[in-house]
C-alpha cells in the first residue's frame, strides 16, 4: 500500500476540517469535561476548525494518504525563534491505515 505525506495548502482545509471531526470524537470521552470544544455540538457534530493552522509560519501541517484515500493529518507546531527551537506533535489522526480499501 501506498502512504503519502504532504504538506497541507489551502486548498486542504474542508478535508482537515472533516478528519477533525474524528480526531475530536476520539478524544471527546476523555477530554470533554476540561473544555466545550471536545463536546457533540448542537447540530450533532464535532468541531472540525483546525483550519487555523494552515494559517502563519508556527505550524505545519502534514495530509496522510494511504491507497490515495485520505487516512489522517499531523499538525506540527515550533516554539522558539533559532535554528534549535522546540517542536510539539500538536495533533495526530489516524483513521487506521489497515481499515482504508486496498485498490
Known amino acids: 500500500m501506498k502512504i503519502d505525506v504532504i504538506q497541507a495548502r489551502s486548498q486542504h482545509r474542508t478535508v482537515l476540517n472533516n478528519l477533525a471531526r474524528y480526531y475530536i470524537y476520539d478524544f471527546s470521552p476523555y477530554m470533554r469535561e476540561q473544555s466545550p470544544w471536545y463536546r457533540c455540538q448542537g447540530s450533532g457534530n464535532f468541531n472540525g476548525g483546525m483550519g487555523h493552522y494552515l494559517k ?48
Open 56 to 103: 502563519g509560519t508556527r505550524n505545519s501541517v502534514f495530509m496522510i494518504r494511504a491507497a490515495r484515500e485520505w487516512a489522517g493529518f499531523v499538525i506540527v507546531k515550533r516554539y522558539g525563534e533559532d535554528h534549535e527551537q522546540d517542536f510539539n506533535l500538536a495533533g495526530f489522526f489516524d483513521r487506521g491505515v489497515s481499515s482504508v480499501c486496498h485498490e
